[in-house]
Nanobody, 124 residues
């Protein structure tokens, strides 16, 4: 049974930082591209970041470039999202996802497995 479990969300003031983690089990983690998406209340799910199987290549959504970064530790079956200089508009539920593919896609339909999400709230 594949499980993706996110952690690290919470309440932070604007300008602050958080690091999200996602631990995978039941899957050959190093074979998967990993992604982070977010969904704010009433809005569509949005691609935030993706990283290829080796960690050599990453892709960020336009709204988070220069503030967020993604990394992974295949020995720990874990992908991270480092979020700096947070803004109130970053408030959302953040989801990690796994895609059994070679490239990094921003299309949520391409991802095979999803976590339950972790809430990030940024106060002004």
């Amino acid at each position: 049974q594949v499980q993706l479990v996110e952690s690290g969300g919470g309440l932070v003031q604007a300008g602050g930082s958080l690091r999200l983690s996602c631990v995978a089990s039941g899957v050959a983690f190093s074979s998967y591209t990993m992604g982070w998406f977010r969904q704010a209340h009433g809005l569509k799910r949005e691609f935030v970041a993706g990283i290829n199987w080796s960690g050599a290549t990453a892709r960020l959504g336009d709204s988070v470039k220069g503030r967020f970064s993604i990394s992974r530790d295949n020995a720990k079956n874990t992908v991270y999202l480092q979020m700096n200089n947070l803004k109130p508009e970053d408030t959302a539920v953040y989801y990690c996802a796994a895609d059994y593919g070679l490239g990094i896609t921003n299309q949520e339909a391409e991802y095979d497995y999803w976590g339950q999400g972790t809430q990030v709230t940024v106060s002004s």
